[in-house]
């Protein structure tokens, strides 16, 4: 049984009063959506406020799976640590540029192990962290990339990351590591 680092997990965080900014940005982006219509001015604004509403929930989101991402890189990097320091673990880690593509194996480890991720798919959290560095404000996302896209963009990212290398990944026998997961958010 090998013990790795423990994966710290930053959950997304929202500070008072965000939500309303949230809203507000995408209010204009709601409005170019609905078409123009005969209904009365009242039915149009409560479609236009629900609109905004699923944008900026599928925003939150996106932001959860991006700090999920962010979380899980940071434990491979601990993780390459902890390897390079033992012996038996060293020669499984293949020594390619960061992000190392060989690393897949430790998202594949989370899984295996069932790690519970409160409905945040890891290959997607992964997938939007390679591709965004910070988490990107939500005026810079269009509703298309909020409602479809996304979870396109960030399927492929993870899959063209994990199959970058020439030889099969080393696989981690989940009943050989011991890690635990703890939300650094939690009270």
């Not at 910070?134 to 909020?146: E, R, T, V």
């Amino acid at each position: 049984m090998h013990e790795l680092p423990p994966l710290l997990v930053h959950g997304a965080e929202h500070a008072p009063g965000e939500g309303a900014g949230d809203l507000t940005s995408v209010m204009r982006e709601a409005e170019e959506m609905l078409a123009a219509g005969d209904a009365a001015p009242d039915v149009l604004e409560q479609r236009k406020f629900d609109l905004a509403l699923q944008l900026t929930e599928r925003y939150r989101g996106l932001l959860s799976h991006w700090q999920w991402g962010d979380s899980v890189l940071e434990w491979i990097r601990q993780c390459e640590i902890t390897f390079e320091g033992e012996d038996t673990l060293r020669k499984l880690l293949h020594p390619d540029v960061w992000p190392h593509a060989s690393r897949a194996s430790f998202v594949t480890l989370l899984m295996d192990k069932h790690v519970p991720t409160h409905g945040v798919v890891l290959e997607k959290a992964v997938g939007l962290r390679l591709t965004f560095r910070q988490p990107p404000p939500i005026d810079c996302f269009s509703n298309q990339f909020l409602l479809y896209l996304n979870a396109t963009v960030a399927d492929t990212a993870y899959q063209t990351w994990s199959r970058l290398i020439a030889q099969a990944p080393a696989l981690f026998p989940p009943e050989r590591f011991h890690f635990e997961v703890l939300d650094v958010n939690a009270e």
